[in-house]
């Protein structure tokens, strides 16, 4: 498979799988030295909850290192096309920034912008904004690394990110909502699946007797253990 060159720096970004929702992977293209994820067109939304959590759990570890500010313009790594910037408002409330391209190739984000997006950043409020900047006047962007004196901008002046904090209890309850996401995932509903297979076999019975009309009166038993133990396979195969 070929590397994809970073948006950024056009240095090849690593390349990691991700179950997919349904079936299947999703295979990301990261850059560590942007702190930045490449993805093709609505990959972002069929990570699995449990996906979600691997990336996070990867995104944490590189979240303290060294990284290079992000360039302007930055470009496709498919086309090659100035990437258009980008803000969205997630569904738990968060605003996140990205940069996508007008050939709907794909999207480039940062570290800091995911975990927005998904939840596991908390952006600050101009209050918390206002106390902090009395003790620390110059902070350095969550989303591309430039620095922000928060004493004169509430958003970084390069991309625009809002000013956020890796808030422990926005973290837990990220973790928390993914979690249980994940398991109502990959929990078989018992009550759904014992009416699937009374269904079946009662469509089974139907089909074998319009097949033979001499047995019409007679009742066929249905062996629900058996069908079951079938039926439970055929789903574990898939």
């Not at 258009?84 to 570290?111: I, S």
Request: aromatic share 6%.
């Amino acid at each position: 498979m070929k590397p994809t060159p970073c948006p950024s720096c056009q240095q090849p970004m690593v390349k990691k799988t991700f179950e997919r929702l349904l079936h299947g992977t999703v295979v990301l293209d990261l850059c560590f030295n942007c702190q930045g994820i490449w993805f093709d067109e609505f990959e972002s939304v069929q990570i699995t909850p449990g996906g979600t959590i691997k990336l996070f759990e990867l995104l944490h570890e590189h979240h303290d290192d060294q990284r290079t500010p992000l360039r302007d313009p930055l470009k496709c790594p498919r086309c090659s096309e100035k990437l258009l910037h980008g803000l969205d408002v997630a569904k738990h409330g968060g605003k996140f920034n990205y940069h996508r391209c007008l050939q709907k190739h794909g999207r480039f984000t940062t570290f800091a912008q995911f975990m927005i997006e998904k939840g596991f950043v908390r952006q600050l409020n101009p209050a918390e904004i206002d106390e902090l900047s009395a003790k620390v006047g110059i902070i350095r962007c969550m989303g591309c690394g430039a620095p922000v004196d928060i004493r004169r901008d509430h958003a970084c002046g390069h991309c625009r990110a809002p000013i956020t904090i890796l808030d422990p209890s926005a973290v837990e309850q990220a973790l928390t909502r993914y979690q249980h996401a994940e398991v109502r995932r990959t929990t078989r509903d018992v009550e759904a699946l014992g009416d699937a297979i009374v269904m079946r076999e009662r469509e089974k019975s139907r089909q074998k007797r319009m097949q033979e009309p001499e047995n019409a009166g007679i009742i066929d038993a249905i062996d629900l253990l058996s069908a079951g133990a079938e039926f439970v396979w055929t789903l574990i195969k898939r």
